[in-house]
């Protein structure tokens, strides 16, 4: 066959679908816009963050710095950086321990089902819709009562209370496909509930760890409810830092953005680095796993 | 023998989540209706008895009023926006077009990143000034010839919060496309070919077959942004403060309890929003719970 009729074969191969392509290519002008939607608030902030400070004049806030600048970001991240330091205080632990503990419940109220399993379950899961403004009252009395008010760790336990019924959830769907019948054989082999999970269930559960890890992180680093209700000025996590500052009129809004910019960026890099597991976190999110 | 030490086992490894819920979730809910039947004020806590006064006294509340208000057309404009905007984007990346993945991670990394940092550049973007102090939004619909656009956003009188309802709608409507798109993704292709072997056009392909079929993800999606919208509490502080024309109540909740230190107030606000909550999160959560054990 010479290349000529090779190449016609593969156009008739490949040119359906082409075609179709082709007819369809309208769509991509919506697609556009909309890319150009999402994307235009980033653009302010990265754009406003890198303009020099003599740049600074709302009337040309659309157009490009015109020439490179970090020190809005060194500003703001000096401001930050004490939050910051909270933030990660708070978020490593609470998102390990949350991930563990939905992991053990998961595991339970999916394999070792006993009487009121599931009512149980529907009753956790009730609290993860609660608006939280109805248990604050009684959480800040609570807290302060338990001398844990105003710190880190008072905000770390909360966050792995209120996280148990989306971390339960996730590893109880995750686990939910994984045959009971294993359950069954590693018993008559003798091997107990602790047993089989560490050897079977757990080895098998990276996925939903990483979607509960993802899931925890992001809901515990942009918190900002129970972080303004629980925390002390020196122990303000990073998201009321951020609103502080930008409430705050001695601060140059490109300050300000730099500073978004920033509190934005861990989340951000977590996304785009395990986005396709994040997309498997918010299906669960939507309860049909 | 064995086999009931394990189940033992079984319920007290899950026991402590089981306390831990039952006191931070149920105990606390019961704790802060207890508190709605007070006439605790003031920083120290006062726990008589006044019935329902404080109930009552918040029906004739006019802040209050104007909040509810504001959740309805929050809540209206934010799920539609979401549900049309999903919906849309999802059938059309689903065409399968080349560059997908690519227009699917732009729409979706709003949902990595938290209302305050969201309100933060959206308070810049929806800049009210006017004239020569035109910036933002604005200033781009003024360069673009689409004066008829310019507006003054969250300071409109009344409407104020319908303004907010755009950064919410930036924030999730990704994620409703990603649902929509999950879900149709898992409508089996030989449905749709059927359908086009019996001469459906796309339309009728899409209103007779594939959007009843994308019942259940609608549902969920409703839940979902209903219940987002009315907690929503951090977007509004992060955009506008407290200001009483936009307050919702969520907001008027804070600035009762925690600012004015009226905590019987508070707390029954609370006890309202619950309830609001409540009225649509239950019957579903039942219904969910019971078609997946009958799976």
Same mark, same amino acid.
């Given at each position: 066959m010479t290349t000529d009729a090779l190449l016609k074969k593969r156009e008739t191969v490949i040119s359906p679908s082409l075609r179709k392509t082709r007819r369809k290519a309208w769509i991509y002008i919506p697609l556009v816009f909309m890319a150009?939607?999402?994307?235009? *608030?980033?653009?302010? =902030?990265?754009?406003?963050?890198?303009?020099?400070?003599?740049?600074?004049?709302?009337?040309?806030?659309?157009?490009? *710095?015109?020439?490179?600048?970090?020190?809005?970001?060194?500003?703001?991240? &000096?401001?930050?950086?004490?939050?910051?330091?909270?933030?990660?205080?708070?978020?490593?632990?609470?998102?390990?321990?949350?991930?563990?503990?939905?992991?053990?419940?998961? %595991?339970?109220?999916?394999?070792?089902?006993?009487?009121?399993?599931?009512?149980?379950?529907?009753?956790?899961?009730?609290? =993860?819709?609660? *608006?939280?403004?109805?248990?604050?009252?009684?959480? /800040?009395?609570?807290?302060?009562? @338990? #001398?844990?008010?105003?710190?880190?760790?008072?905000? @770390? =336990?909360?966050?792995?209370?209120?996280?148990?019924?989306?971390? &339960?959830? &996730?590893? !109880?769907?995750?686990?939910?496909?994984? *045959?009971?019948?294993?359950?069954?054989?590693?018993?008559?082999?003798?091997?107990?509930?602790l047993r089989t999970f560490r050897s079977i269930f757990l080895p098998l559960s990276i996925p939903a760890f990483v979607v509960v890890f993802i899931w925890q992180f992001t809901q515990s680093?942009?918190?900002?409810?129970?972080?303004?209700?629980?925390?002390?000025?020196?122990?303000?996590?990073?998201?009321?830092?951020?609103?502080?500052?930008?409430?705050?009129m001695v601060v140059a809004w490109n300050v300000q953005m730099a500073g978004a910019f920033l509190a934005a960026l861990p989340t951000l890099l977590i996304y785009i680095m395990l986005g396709r597991y994040f997309l498997r976190g918010l299906m669960a999110g939507a309860l049909k796993g | 023998m064995k086999i009931n030490r394990e189940r033992l086992l079984a319920f007290l490894l899950v026991l402590p989540s089981i306390v831990a819920v039952s006191v931070f979730v149920y105990g606390f809910i019961a704790w802060t209706l207890r508190v709605s039947l007070t006439s605790w004020r003031g920083l120290t806590p006062t726990y008589?008895?006044?019935?329902?006064?404080?109930?009552?006294?918040?029906?004739?509340? !006019?802040r209050f009023s104007i909040a509810l208000t504001n959740t309805l057309i929050f809540t209206v404009l934010f799920v539609a926006g979401c549900l049309i905007i999903g919906l849309i984007m999802a059938i059309f990346l689903d065409q399968g077009l080349p560059g997908e993945g690519i227009f699917r991670s732009i729409y979706l990394f709003p949902m990595a990143i938290s209302f305050i940092v969201t309100g933060v550049v959206w308070r810049w973007l929806m800049n009210p000034a006017m004239g020569t102090r035109l910036s933002g939004l604005n200033l781009l619909f003024d360069s673009l010839n689409l004066d008829f656009l310019i507006n003054s956003w969250?300071?409109?009188?009344?409407?104020?919060?319908?303004?907010?309802?755009?950064?919410?709608?930036?924030?999730?409507?990704?994620?409703? =496309?990603?649902?929509?798109?999950? #879900?149709?993704?898992s409508i089996p292709d030989? $449905?749709?070919?059927?359908?086009?072997?019996?001469?459906? &056009?796309?339309?009728?392909? %899409? !209103?007779?077959? @594939?959007?009843?079929?994308? !019942?259940?993800?609608?549902?969920?999606?409703?839940?979902?942004?209903?219940?987002?919208? $009315?907690?929503?509490?951090?977007?509004?502080?992060?955009?506008?403060?407290?200001?009483?024309?936009?307050?919702?109540?969520?907001?008027?909740?804070?600035?009762?309890?925690?600012?004015?230190?009226? %905590?019987?107030? #508070?707390?029954? @606000?609370?006890?309202?929003?619950? /309830?609001?909550?409540?009225?649509?999160?239950?019957p579903y959560l039942m219904y969910s719970v019971k078609t997946e054990t009958k799976l």
């Open positions: 150009v939607f999402y994307l235009m *608030p980033v653009y302010v =902030m990265v754009i406003t963050g890198l303009k020099s400070f003599s740049e600074v004049n709302l009337a040309t806030m659309w157009n490009l *710095p015109t020439s490179i600048n970090f020190e809005n970001f060194a500003e703001a991240f &000096t401001k930050l950086a004490p939050n910051f330091a909270n933030t990660i205080f708070l978020v490593l632990p609470s998102t390990i321990i949350s991930s563990f503990l939905g992991a053990i419940n998961g %595991y339970v109220l999916s394999k070792w089902k006993f009487r009121g399993a599931d009512f149980i379950f529907t009753a956790l899961l009730f609290g =993860m819709f609660i *608006p939280y403004q109805s248990i604050l009252i009684p959480l /800040v009395q609570f807290m302060h009562a @338990i #001398g844990l008010y105003g710190g880190i760790p008072g905000l @770390i =336990m909360v966050h792995v209370i209120y996280g148990i019924p989306i971390t &339960t959830l &996730t590893f !109880r769907n995750y686990f939910a496909q994984i *045959p009971t019948e294993m359950v069954e054989a590693a018993t008559m082999d003798g091997a107990g509930l680093w942009n918190d900002f409810l129970f972080a303004v209700a629980l925390t002390r000025n020196t122990s303000y996590p990073v998201t009321v830092a951020l609103n502080n500052l930008a409430g705050s | 008589d008895f006044v019935g329902l006064r404080n109930y009552l006294l918040l029906l004739e509340d !006019r969250q300071s409109t009188p009344r409407y104020g919060i319908a303004a907010l309802a755009l950064p919410a709608v930036w924030q999730m409507s990704g994620y409703v =496309m990603a649902l929509f798109l999950a #879900g149709l993704r030989e $449905l749709r070919e059927a359908a086009q072997v019996d001469g459906a &056009t796309t339309v009728q392909l %899409y !209103r007779h077959i @594939i959007l009843p079929l994308l !019942r259940p993800v609608t549902l969920s999606a409703l839940v979902i942004l209903g219940h987002i919208s $009315l907690k929503v509490f951090d977007l509004i502080i992060a955009v506008a403060g407290k200001q009483v024309q936009l307050d919702v109540p969520a907001v008027y909740m804070w600035t009762t309890t925690f600012d004015g230190n009226f %905590y019987a107030r #508070g707390a029954t @606000i609370a006890t309202f929003l619950l /309830v609001g909550v409540s009225i649509f999160i239950i």
